[in-house]
């Protein structure tokens, strides 16, 4: 993975998801009806409820971590690969085979193995593609739900739900694929306004691991002549 592609992947996602405006809780439901008017946007309640109950499953787990895999389509190309990736709340951990991204809630860095450099940023200011928590918090609140359908995959039944922006942005819609009996994640597609797709799929779930705070701190004695880049 070319380093500059890896980055503008990064921003075009973090600027999709930070451009986004919450809407404030006025809503009004109809008596009996499966779904709600919120600031004159309709809602579907029973796709509302799937994703906050996949958050809620999160928290549970926390801390967990899980295996991924990851297929991104953009006007540069294909780009794919697998990973893992470690939660704990704001902080977190994916180790890919082609990068590395610590963050410990305070600071971010982000290893590229192919050029042995690590940046460091502000984790507010960091890149947000592979922080799967933040993307589903994030979208929770940012983006309409609704319920597609359920169906099979890898051998999992799930719900899928269909989130779409409720103001403009690079991110055009985000799916999601959780499991009916868990909660749990089990696919994870975004699509952009500029015909990206990034698609990501999740198994080896491991909850309520034991960890430490420096798991999630870029130890750069593991990474013999690494090149530090202070970004902040």
Request: proline letters at 2%; one cysteine or more.
């Amino acid at each position: 993975m070319k380093k500059f592609t890896l980055i503008s992947l990064f921003l075009i996602f973090s600027l999709g998801i930070n451009c986004q405006t919450a809407n404030k809780t006025n809503s009004s439901a109809r008596k009996g009806s499966n779904t709600e008017i919120r600031n004159g946007v309709v809602i579907d309640k029973t796709a509302q409820k799937i994703v906050n109950d996949v958050i809620s499953q999160m928290k549970k787990d926390t801390p967990f971590s899980f295996s991924f895999t990851y297929d991104i389509k953009d006007e540069d190309g294909k780009i794919q690969g697998k990973g893992t990736f470690l939660s704990n709340n704001s902080k977190y951990v994916v180790s890919a085979d082609k990068f590395s991204n610590y963050s410990d809630g305070k600071t971010m860095w982000n290893y590229i193995k192919k050029s042995n450099e690590a940046e460091i940023t502000d984790a507010e200011d960091g890149n947000t593609m592979f922080n799967f928590v933040k993307i589903i918090n994030t979208s929770a609140k940012n983006f309409r739900p609704k319920l597609i359908r359920q169906e099979i995959f890898n051998n999992i039944k799930c719900n899928i739900v269909d989130l779409t922006p409720m103001k403009n942005g690079n991110i055009s819609k985000i799916r999601i694929y959780s499991s009916v009996t868990d909660n749990r994640l089990h696919k994870l597609e975004i699509s952009t306004y500029s015909s990206s797709k990034y698609v990501y799929t999740f198994s080896n779930y491991n909850a309520n691991k034991k960890i430490t705070d420096k798991d999630f701190v870029f130890d750069k004695t593991r990474f013999p002549g690494v090149k530090m880049i202070d970004l902040r």
